[in-house]
């Protein structure tokens, strides 16, 4: 199981960047960042047709995890909407996307199209960020009771140029319940670098992230249709688990980050 269909909305809704399309390649590996996602996505929704894919499988250990769209874009996406209004109309999304490649015997040649209409958000008016800091300490609460995203006219059509079959996926809702980031560093003074952060600690806990496609429909080359059984997801135990793994190493290359970040940004101590 992976979070790639939802790691691409996600992507989608905040960045519209399209891709270029590659010819051959050597590696899955290789693909742009969009690409993989794409393809983690396709992976997801028809493993058979596409592979039993993972995020490690496309991604190196130098490629930040999934865990950086959870603190860092979801977490904005949450905050920022607690100045929107329950059920009031929302951007739409209009995101085509051309995917094109040869790794040895296997080709993909894919048009990807997604759509949302009548979107609206639920819940985020409860979501919290509670700030404390002190001299040498910040410390920040964030919480999100539930949230839910529903595009009930949300379409993800895929189109096989190859065998000129489509893929059709609408009606998208996402639920979020209970998510908790509790995050704690201190910082100082030192000499010749500026103010630099230590001790970074996340604390991360949800109670589920579930999506769920209601309506699917496969139409082939020959006309036949084919209506499938609605996708539903429950991430709730990869997200946690893949926490797990990923925790040390995510705090220790965060507080890098962060601390790169302050060296480059400070103010010469020899300006007047």
């Given at each position: 199981?992976?979070?790639?269909?939802t790691l691409l909305f996600l992507a989608c809704a905040l960045?519209?960047?399209?891709?270029?399309?590659?010819?051959?390649?050597?590696?899955?590996?290789?693909?742009?960042?969009?690409?993989?996602?794409?393809?983690?996505?396709?992976?997801?929704?028809?493993?058979?047709?596409?592979?039993?894919?993972?995020?490690?499988?496309?991604?190196?250990?130098?490629?930040?995890?999934?865990?950086?769209?959870?603190?860092?874009?979801?977490?904005?996406?949450?905050?920022?909407?607690?100045?929107?209004?329950?059920?009031?109309?929302?951007?739409?999304?209009?995101?085509?996307?051309?995917?094109?490649?040869?790794?040895?015997?296997?080709?993909?040649?894919?048009?990807?199209?997604?759509?949302?209409?009548?979107?609206?958000?639920?819940?985020?008016?409860?979501?919290?960020?509670?700030?404390?800091?002190?001299?040498?300490?910040?410390?920040?609460?964030?919480?999100?009771?539930?949230?839910?995203?529903?595009?009930?006219?949300?379409?993800?059509?895929?189109?096989?140029?190859?065998?000129?079959?489509?893929?059709?996926?609408?009606?998208?809702?996402?639920?979020?319940?209970?998510?908790?980031?509790?995050?704690?560093?201190?910082?100082?003074?030192?000499?010749?670098?500026?103010?630099?952060?230590?001790?970074?600690?996340?604390?991360?806990?949800?109670?589920?992230?579930?999506?769920?496609?209601?309506?699917?429909?496969?139409?082939?080359?020959?006309?036949?249709?084919?209506?499938?059984?609605?996708?539903?997801?429950?991430?709730?135990?990869?997200?946690?688990?893949?926490?797990?793994?990923?925790?040390?190493?995510?705090?220790?290359?965060?507080?890098?980050?962060?601390?790169?970040?302050?060296?480059?940004?400070?103010?010469?101590?020899?300006?007047?």
């Open positions: 199981m992976n979070s790639s269909i960045s519209l960047a399209g891709c270029t399309p590659t010819t051959k390649i050597a590696d899955l590996k290789s693909l742009p960042f969009p690409q993989k996602l794409s393809l983690l996505t396709l992976s997801s929704l028809q493993p058979k047709k596409y592979g039993q894919l993972t995020w490690r499988s496309l991604f190196s250990e130098d490629d930040l995890p999934w865990v950086d769209y959870m603190f860092v874009d979801i977490r904005s996406l949450l905050t920022q909407s607690i100045k929107v209004s329950e059920q009031v109309p929302l951007p739409e999304l209009d995101y085509t996307e051309h995917i094109e490649f040869c790794i040895l015997f296997w080709c993909v040649d894919d048009t990807l199209t997604l759509t949302t209409r009548h979107t609206q958000m639920i819940g985020q008016k409860r979501t919290s960020s509670v700030n404390e800091i002190t001299p040498n300490s910040f410390k920040n609460a964030f919480h999100a009771p539930a949230f839910v995203w529903h595009s009930p006219d949300f379409l993800f059509n895929i189109t096989d140029n190859i065998y000129d079959d489509q893929y059709l996926y609408s009606d998208l809702y996402i639920g979020i319940n209970n998510l908790e980031l509790n995050t704690s560093l201190n910082y100082e003074y030192v000499n010749d670098l500026g103010i630099q952060v230590r001790n970074l600690s996340i604390d991360f806990n949800i109670g589920y992230l579930k999506t769920n496609l209601e309506n699917i429909t496969f139409v082939y080359y020959d006309g036949s249709v084919e209506v499938s059984e609605p996708y539903k997801q429950d991430y709730t135990e990869y997200l946690i688990s893949d926490w797990d793994y990923y925790k040390d190493d995510y705090q220790r290359g965060l507080e890098f980050r962060i601390n790169c970040v302050l060296v480059r940004t400070r103010m010469p101590t020899n300006t007047i």
